[in-house]
């Protein structure tokens, strides 16, 4: 075994999911907090700039940086090295917020105990079981009134199809929260406010301590009671193996908030977590251990500044050590080269670095050769790994040049920026690029788009909302697009790679395709 063993095997990498609001920045900022990699919560920017509606370009540009230096993040805690994948929501919700979960190994799924599962976590969690990863779901803001916990435990199962293990459970809610059962150790962790931007303090009793009832009150001890007994009745087994293959989620409660329940849960969720987990490449798995360096772009960032058309490429380690100073072999564009200026972010400060190992994520510069999805390796070892997929755009315009003289730059810009991934273009079956339909994840690129194409290739284009909201890829190999039996709002159209696909204003309308069309496969990621 190489002597970099110790270095993957203590590396966790995840990515945090939640509708907004839920509390993942605050959670992540906390996970610092406790690593020690800040010493104060209410350091880590970008929450509150990224709230404010988009109105000029540089609001724009100040999110995309924002969202830059939020990509990932590395801290140490208890001897883990653990790599935090940020996954863009509000206005910046794009195709990346989905790419980036192909880099994580796990997610942190994290729910407003008022609110439940909302319609972004549906999304993103979706995504991640397309991989089957574990998923930890974190309950927060405990101390706020909540919902019933069994209800919401009940939700998560009912709404996302995922069976849940409550490893712990809340005392009380609201003012009255006070801290949570921890089932294994048959303890309560009880904690003590030292204001939110310090650790809480912890005292630990257990449950059959005759101190208990004094210290929670006779009534709490008593329901505590009572629902442990519905708990270890009603609820799944806890099985690792169905943890790790994302069919059971391990749950806890706290509140991020005023970091109760906080280290708990990083403790028990690392603890529970894998190491770095092997990919695929066409036919092997290729395991974090193995000899040589391997890694993928899973992202790319374009710099929105004219003068500097560079563009930041994020990648994934999936074997091996990377050194900066070794050259590495770019599989898609069959070249050697040594990657310039690697970096990483260790809480909020970015450092370039000179290794990295199998879980890390490294940004280097692109002059724009690497697309999503490429495979970087040592010289000389063989492996590629499987693409990215492409995610169903949601919103989608009508986008035409206003001068029709100017063509070419459309056609060029157009392409271009839907190769680097931040938009997808489709037409018309049968038609030219004179009009495009322009499909994304969320409406932020859609701006970023019309600023893009005025200011880098200098067209000016108008763009119309259409009224789809769902794409559908047809997976049958043959089909006659003409036989199918459609609703007539369903629209018929191809990606750059010539793939059909279907339009849809309404959930209605693809039932109905599928319903009348025997045999037609619809699907909603296309693998590239
Ligand atoms: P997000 O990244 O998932 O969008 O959520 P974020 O952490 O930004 O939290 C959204 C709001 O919820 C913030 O309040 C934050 O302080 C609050 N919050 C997060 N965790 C908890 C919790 O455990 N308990 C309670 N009571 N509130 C929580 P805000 O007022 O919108 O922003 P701010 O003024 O606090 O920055």
Redesign the pocket.
Known sequence: MPDYKNEITRRRTFAII?H????????TEKFLLYGGAITLAGMVKG??NSRHAVSDWMEIEKQRGISVTSSVMQFQYGGYCINILDTP??QDFSEDTYRTLMAADSAVM?IDAAKGVEAQTRKLFKVCRLRDIPIFTFI?????EARDPFELCQELEHELGIDTYAVNWPIGCGKAFQGVYDRERKRIIHFTSNGGSKAATATEIALDDPALASLIGQGYRDQLNDEIELLDGASCEFDMDRVRHGQLSPVFFG????NFGVEPFLEDFLRMTTSPLPRTAGEELIDSFDDGFSAFVFKIQANMNKAHRDRIAFMRVVSGKFEADREVYHVQGGKKLKLSRPQQLMAAEREIIEEAYAGDIIGVFDPGIFSIGDTLCAPGKKVMFQGIPTFAPELFSLVRQKDTMKRKQFVKGATQIAQEGAIQIFQEVNSGMEEIIVGVVGTLQFDVFQYRMENEYNVDIAMSTLPYSFIRWIDNEEIDLKTLNLTSDTKKVQDMKGRYLLLFSNQWSINWALEHNEGLLLSEFSQQ
């Open positions: 939640s907004p609001d839920a509390g993942k920045t605050t959670l929450k509150r929501g509000h994290v927060n803001k405990m101390d706020r509140s991020a908030l005023t």
